[in-house]
């Protein structure tokens, strides 16, 4: 494989895994069906600067990435493959940007090295398959600290990196970056990179790697860039929208979001699992390795080290515990992989025998889980002792149709494993290496297909096939007592022309002017009926039950 059409042949495979079957099933509530509802409001409304959902103001998100999502939606119309889209393309350009970063800072080989380590991980490969903001806010924060890196070492003698930018250069382009990432997703994206430079600060025994006026430029582009949003939304509407924007953005570290909480090694437990088969040698990369590097190659290895425990330790300490919160740590974690692995085809480090363990003992959960799932599936009577759940047993009860070869992925996964340890075993090194990750990616494309759509027939599709059947219909559709965003978004719901639209209590009570659809979990129908005798039931399918109510 030729340096040249490295980049070219990532991005093909890329493209290959990531585009096709992004529509093959519904958007999960909550994130991905809130995000797309608010890309498909804007497009309704006309209203770029100001984040809506059910047409009222959402304070939890700045714009950029639903603008993306918008112009998917120009693209392909409204639907899951148009929300999903933008991180498939975000995916092709970041694993050309890791092989580039890689090149440059060590070797072409470390550059696929790396490339190939974050496609053939877990949630890095699933997450560029989905809806939610995290996988353009990442690339935007790391490519923010990456150049800030550049920056600093452009200024230092020490450093032996051929560098063809000014580090002023450097330095407006990391505030550019970071800037975009406050555009996607809030100030965090510049809390973390100043939380990194000033470790990296205290690491280096209070040494000035940066001077105050990098920094101030550093950060006044960043902030500009989100001001320019701020600006044209106070311009547009005043500014009421971007002060509670500003509270929620901080509010968001002193409470856990409803129903995510979790206990405090929670960041970890999804790391080291979720990141396989990349987390295992990242384990090895904590203990002593060889190594003869140059200056910025330890540099920047130092780097990656505080950004993980930045970012790990951040979002253990916020108590809100959601998987993707640690996300950033994938692009640490793979890096240091990747020196592993290189280490290990060097010859310098043995595929020892607790390597072999740690991929056995990870994998196998996923292989288990492979193997289970299918014959569950066939036998719901088998898990519903296993919940104390009236709405789970409920689900449970959906038609799906498991054949038994939904097993085929787990067996791809058991063969992939073992074929890889036998090529590592015989110093075949850079076959098992193509056979792991490579081998893995494949499985998680394959897991998707045959499981995904499966376990949303029984989460949530009822409903959503409800919400569906109501599109062209002048009507109000809504959920009592649980969150959601799939009522509107699969309604298709209309521009409203009465105030009280997104009035719960006008809607259960009031004098409305349509009909009111009111959809229930079970057993809370009971106490719904109790409450608004004047709904009548439609009916009720796999937990949810569905009501009427006319005006009048």
């Avoid at 510049?190 to 950060?219: E, K």
């Avoid at 987390?279 to 130092?302: G, I, M, N």
């Avoid at 889980?369 to 299918?374: F, H, R, V």
């Amino acid at each position: 494989m030729k340096g040249n059409y490295t980049p070219l042949l990532l991005a093909l495979m890329a493209a290959i895994f990531f585009l096709p079957f992004l529509g093959g099933v519904h958007l999960f509530d909550w994130d991905e069906i809130n995000f797309a509802e608010i890309s498909r409001e804007m497009m309704m409304t006309g209203e770029y600067t100001q984040v809506t959902v059910n047409f009222i103001p959402f304070w939890e998100k700045p714009p950029l990435f639903f603008w993306t999502q918008a112009l998917s939606m120009k693209l392909f119309g409204v639907g899951e493959y148009a929300a999903r889209f933008p991180n498939a393309v975000c995916g092709m350009v970041t694993l050309v940007l890791l092989y580039d970063i890689g090149k440059k800072i060590r070797c072409h080989r470390f550059g696929i090295l790396w490339a190939i380590c974050y496609f053939g991980s877990v949630l890095p490969f699933l997450y560029f398959k989905s809806g939610i903001i995290d996988p353009v806010f990442n690339l935007f924060v790391f490519l923010g600290l990456y150049f800030f890196i550049l920056g600093c070492w452009k200024r230092d003698p020490i450093m032996d990196i051929p560098l063809k930018r000014s580090h002023w250069t450097y330095f407006l382009t990391a505030g550019v970056f970071v800037g975009l990432g406050m555009l996607a997703k809030g100030q965090v994206a510049y809390l973390i990179p100043v939380l990194v430079i000033g470790v990296y600060w205290i690491w280096g025994r209070l040494r000035m790697f940066v001077s105050i006026p990098q920094f101030i430029v550093f950060t006044l582009v960043a902030i500009l860039i989100m001001l320019s949003w701020y600006g044209a939304e106070t311009l547009k509407n005043g500014p009421a929208f971007v002060v509670e924007f500003t509270k929620y953005q901080y509010s968001l570290f002193s409470a856990p979001s409803a129903g995510h909480s979790g206990f405090p090694g929670y960041h970890f437990v999804v790391i080291l699992v979720g990141c396989f088969p990349a987390s295992v040698f990242f384990v090895r990369s904590l203990y002593h390795t060889p190594t003869d590097e140059k200056a910025h190659q330890r540099d920047f290895a130092r780097w990656m080290k505080i950004l993980f425990w930045v970012v790990l330790i951040l979002f253990t300490v916020v108590r809100s515990k959601i998987v993707h919160y640690s996300s950033l740590c994938y692009f640490p974690l793979t890096f240091l992989a990747a020196h592993v692995v290189e280490q290990i085809l060097q010859g310098k480090i043995s595929f020892a025998g607790w390597l072999k363990w740690g991929m056995w003992g990870i994998g196998s959960v996923y292989i288990l889980a492979c193997l289970l799932i299918p014959f569950a599936g066939m036998h719901p009577e088998w898990l519903t002792p296993l919940f104390d759940d009236a709405f789970a047993h409920e689900n449970l009860k959906a038609t799906v149709r498991w054949t038994g070869l939904e097993v085929l992925p787990g067996i791809w996964l058991l063969a992939v494993i073992a074929l890889s340890i036998r090529q590592f075993n015989r110093q075949q090194q850079w076959p098992a290496f193509y056979t792991l990750f490579v081998g893995v990616g494949i499985f998680v494309f394959a897991a998707l297909i045959a499981y995904v759509g499966r376990i949303e027939a029984y989460s949530q599709r009822a409903a959503i096939e409800f919400y569906e059947s109501r599109k062209g219909e002048d009507c109000y559709v809504d959920t009592w007592r649980f969150r959601s965003y799939a009522q509107f978004f699969y309604s298709d719901k209309a521009l409203p022309s009465n105030a009280s639209h997104s009035d719960k209590k006008w809607l259960l009570t009031g004098d409305i002017d349509k009909t009111v659809y009111m959809v229930v979990r079970i057993p809370k129908d009971t106490a719904f009926q109790h409450e608004f005798p004047h709904f009548a039931e439609v009916y009720r399918k796999n937990g949810f039950v569905f009501y009427r109510r006319h005006p009048g």
